[in-house]
């Protein structure tokens, strides 16, 4: 709302309720916003409390990965298998 429109509000409700009501009735509409306001930002901090209650914890974070092991075979042997095991026998 602009200024030229709450200029035009008060003159009419000077006009309608005179100069003796607009003080008390000025007053009772600024005690009247007042509650409103209090009673909105109450219950949007009650709403807020609500919806933290509700919500999930968050978990810890979490911890960075391992570094990758790269596969290494194992050594390979020229070697004949016989040559490994002393108790292995040539079948010949």
Do not use: N, W
Request: hydrophobic share 35%.
């Amino acid at each position: 709302m602009g200024l030229f429109e709450i200029i035009i509000i008060l003159a009419v409700a000077l006009i309608v309720l005179g100069p003796e009501r607009m003080p008390e009735v000025v007053r009772l509409a600024v005690q009247i916003l007042r509650e409103v306001r209090t009673a909105a930002s109450e219950a949007m901090r009650e709403i807020t409390e609500a919806m933290e209650q509700e919500k999930p914890p968050t978990p810890p974070p979490a911890e960075p990965p391992s570094p990758a092991v790269e596969y290494q075979p194992p050594p390979s042997s020229d070697k004949d298998p016989s040559d490994k095991d002393p108790s292995h026998k040539d079948p010949t």
